[in-house]
């Protein structure tokens, strides 16, 4: 499985945006890129997900490069309850391998 | 239903007990996982059911033992852990098409916590 590389901490201003980014330098053609978040603990969730083309849903949107081999996830507006762990995730079949993740903290 | 319901919350246990963990879905998901998340770490993959069939085992000790009874239930089943077994414990589901190809996300439960002493 391809690897994911991620800054460990981040802090963003509330009502800006958010921007996460993640190397996945070794991806291959049929891996897709998710983006979970975890907060205190509980299970993760899912946040997004993409194969090449830009994605965009009602939490978040993703920009992949060309080459595919790196990602920014991007909340929007951030606010106080983004504050958690975002992990980067490539995924084939059933394998989905997590990486250490970014801190995100969301600053008054 | 759009949840993976994981029970126990919390659960603590002896070296010497058997205890298991459950989690279900109802979302007619037709693959199961089991992960294990230490304190401040990311998750690890520990099996994977595919159709109420084991797909991947990722070398666990054998004191860990799935079950999968049916196509909506995930067991672990737990034998003579040691405290270095400690952590949360997560269950999730994905709609895998057979060809599974991961276009599908997961659903996580919440978790159980597990406490060896």
């Known amino acids: 499985d391809a690897k994911t590389t991620q800054p460990p901490s981040m802090d963003c201003a509330e009502g800006r945006a958010a921007n996460l980014p993640c190397n996945h330098s070794?991806?291959?053609?049929?891996?897709?890129v998710y983006w979970y978040r975890q907060i205190h603990s509980q299970g993760p969730q899912y946040i997004i997900h993409?194969?090449?083309n830009n994605e965009t849903n009602e939490m978040a949107s993703l920009i992949i490069t060309e080459d595919r081999k790196s990602s920014t996830l991007i909340l929007p507006h951030a606010t106080l309850r983004d504050t958690a762990v975002y992990y980067c995730i490539v995924r084939v079949v059933f394998r989905g391998t997590f990486g250490t993740g970014t801190r995100l903290t969301i600053i008054p | 239903d759009t949840e993976v319901t994981q029970t126990p919350k919390h659960l603590v246990m002896g070296m010497t007990n058997k205890k298991s963990l459950k989690c279900e879905q109802h979302m007619g998901h037709r693959a199961m996982y089991w992960y294990k998340q230490k304190a401040k770490k990311p998750p690890e993959l520990m099996f994977v059911y595919s159709y109420e069939k084991l797909s991947i085992n990722e070398s666990v000790p054998s004191r860990f033992s799935p079950e999968c009874p049916n196509s909506s239930l995930l067991n672990l089943h737990l034998h003579a852990l040691q405290p270095e077994d400690s952590a949360l414990y997560l269950c999730a589901s994905s709609q895998e098409g057979i060809a599974g190809s991961g276009t599908y996300g997961y659903t996580f439960g919440s978790g159980t916590r597990l406490t060896v002493v």
């Open positions: 993409g194969l090449k």
């Open positions: 070794t991806i291959s053609g049929n891996e897709y």
